[in-house]
């Protein structure tokens, strides 16, 4: 072959090569979203055969990728449905026939999206009945979770007396939530139902515990039939649910005095009982007390050990949801040691912490220690000066083993930096070890710049126990957490609150723990009830933000 033809075809090749990474022509690029042109049945049909097929006409060709997972048909039909693209429709076939005189409902989501990725401006929702009215019933309500709300569905179950499990049976009613959490429920047969929120992570339609994040409504919904009562304020917090009982994973001999228990998680001891034996010999080893560091490892002080080998044995112990101790796996076995403890104790957190900016004027300061310290041997050399060096009158105590409290006998100065100073040997732990000079530095938060939260929290279940709290969350830097707690319903301030931007919430604790109970799905526990107030609360200096009134739901 000639160089003239080699460098001809060259040349061809690479202008092929240019032109396929050139725009092609035809205009401005497409990005209108699809929309349903119309539907067969039409929406709101009645007496439509149960052989019927739904079809429903697009104003172009969908992705059936984006479509897969984003329509929804209620009640609930797993396999018996199935989906064909044909052109601009979505066609919809059933397996067995549908159920005679039943009200159905297919939501397209707005994931539906067409090729160029275009999404649907809004859901379209298709109902009709296979009997002679079509179903009106209506449930509305808000999801709440710490992250966004991407992929949480939620789900009706329609029952009589048997509880349902989610973990065992798909959910009669599918909805999506909307980006701030709301939902809707409509066209629902008369019943009763009980209402989930789940992150359904492996999209079977089944809960699956711990690895999907699940929602417990306070109450279940009652349709009634020809009633035009909106079921409202069904307001759900998610969890993620713990039903692993802890495990002793690890015993080891730290010191001839003091047994270290490595559990898989936080655990609660109070109820606690431990038996340590030295193998071979009938007496146990004297426990003088436990203690932790708020992680998932237990100490327990003990009488002197030997170079030996023990074992032991525990019960009585839960985690922080309740569930007790593996039986199985509640003893250990280890070796004993004649090391003493030489090592002193060391601070591993205060509040405020040293450096703050803005510590309460009013509040307590703690100071939290590696290990217990002893508490019949703290003298007065534990100061709190301004840095003039002029004492503040406090009185010093301990809130447990390891947590020393100081409380100021009158409140602090405004926008004033303070010290704690604990000389060499004021405190020392059980065994003689003195900690080193040490010393915590914060400053007041200036008071001329605090503002104020008031208003009202209802009720409309007279009669209901529990106490009410009431917190405001910053939500930008520093954030804040600020709490009150009425004994009943009505007015309410929260004040000493630094400006910015707030979210108010609250909740009945029905169960006095102090703490908000999620519920459980199964055995069925219901949540407690809490209200959110629906705007964000601006905090301005000096200013107090009132009128906020808090709702908590009817049962």
Known sequence: MSKIVLKS????????S?????????????????FVISALPENGSV??????????????????????????????????????????????????????DKTYVITFGTN??????????????????????????????????????????????????????????????????????????????????????????????????????????????????????VNKDFLIRMTREDTTFPVLQRAVSVTCNRVAMQFSEPVLYDTCKILIKEKQKPDSLKIKFLWDTGSNVLFAETGIQQDADYKITLSGIYDFTGNPVDTVLSSFNFHGTARRDTIAPVITGTVPSSGEKFADVSGKITIDFSEPVDTFKVNHNIALTDTALNPVPCKVTFSNVNSLLIEPEINLKSSKMYKIVISSGSIGDLYGNVIKDTTIVFT?????????????????????KGEIYINAIKIDKPIRNYQVVLAEPGDFEINNVLPGHYMLSAFRDSNSDKLFNFGRPFPFIPS?????????????????????????PAK
């Open 9 to 16: 075809l060259l040349i061809l090749s690479i202008v092929f």
């Open 18 to 34: 240019c032109a396929k990474q050139a725009r092609p022509p035809g205009g401005p690029v497409d990005k209108t979203p699809p």
């Open 47 to 100: 007496e439509v055969d149960v052989n019927t097929d739904v079809q429903v006409l697009f104003s172009e060709g969908v992705n059936p990728v984006s479509a897969k997972d984003a329509i929804f048909i209620t009640p609930f039909q797993g396999d018996n449905a199935y989906i064909k693209f044909r052109g601009r429709k979505i066609v919809i076939k059933f397996r067995n026939p549908l159920e005679s």
């Open 112 to 229: 539906i999206s067409d090729y160029r990725s275009n999404k649907m401006d809004s859901s379209f929702t298709l109902a009709f009945s296979t009997g002679h009215v079509l179903d009106q019933g209506r449930i509305e309500g808000r999801v709440f979770r710490d992250k966004d709300l991407k992929g949480v569905d939620v789900w009706a179950y329609q029952f009589d007396k048997d509880s349902p499990d989610p973990s065992e049976s798909n959910p009669d009613y599918i909805v999506q939530c909307a980006e701030d959490g709301s939902f809707k429920f409509d066209y629902m047969s008369p019943g009763k139902y009980r209402i989930f929120a789940v992150k359904d992570n492996f999209a079977d339609k089944l809960y699956q515990p711990e690895e999907d994040e699940i929602g417990v409504c306070f109450k279940d919904a009652v349709l009634i039939r020809d009633s035009t009562v």
């Open 444 to 464: 007041t938060v200036n008071t001329d710049t605090l503002g104020s939260i008031a208003g009202e929290i209802t009720d409309p279940e007279e009669g209901s």
């Open 528 to 552: 407690e009830r809490f209200a959110v107030f629906p705007d964000t609360v601006v905090v301005k200096s000096r200013w107090t933000n009132q009128d906020n009134v808090l709702k908590l």
